[in-house]
């Protein structure tokens, strides 16, 4: 029989936190990668946008129109920089949630450790009696008896 590593239920448990670490962390950089994208988005229809005010403004735009397009493109450059507060908001969770992630696996592995020096200790304990038991059973049998 085996002896029990005991502290299996702690290492049981570092094993679900690691899991449940990595798989938020994994949700944390699908998210900043998914803000980022808007946030390219958002920049590329800017320059977009900015180019056609552009050649509007060189056939020849009413005072109207150029407060229209100068309006819009101030609140795309609003919304670009709330963008990327948000983005730089995600990246900080994604940082935080690398380092969650960093701090499990490092408890995993002193556990998992722990948990392989135990079971050296049992394998090398098992070794001892089984020599013991065959030198026993040699001893036994005595010279020159054969089985």
Wanted: charged share 35%; net charge positive.
């Amino acid at each position: 029989m085996t002896a029990r590593f005991h502290l299996q239920p702690l290492l049981d448990l570092a094993q679900t936190r690691t899991d449940d670490a990595a798989r938020k962390l994994g949700e944390l950089v699908a998210a900043e990668r998914d803000l980022e994208q808007k946030l390219k988005m958002l920049e590329d229809y800017r320059h977009e946008y900015h180019e056609r005010f552009v050649q509007a403004a060189r056939d020849g735009l009413t005072p109207d129109a150029w407060r229209n397009y100068s309006a819009f493109i101030g609140k795309l450059d609003d919304a670009i920089g709330a963008q990327r507060r948000i983005v730089e908001q995600s990246r900080t969770r994604t940082t935080e949630g690398q380092q969650a992630w960093l701090a499990q696996r490092t408890k995993l592995k002193a556990f998992d450790t722990l948990s392989q020096r135990h079971q050296s200790a049992v394998n090398r304990q098992q070794a001892r009696q089984e020599q013991k038991q065959s030198d026993e059973h040699a001893a036994r049998r005595g010279p020159g008896t054969e089985e």
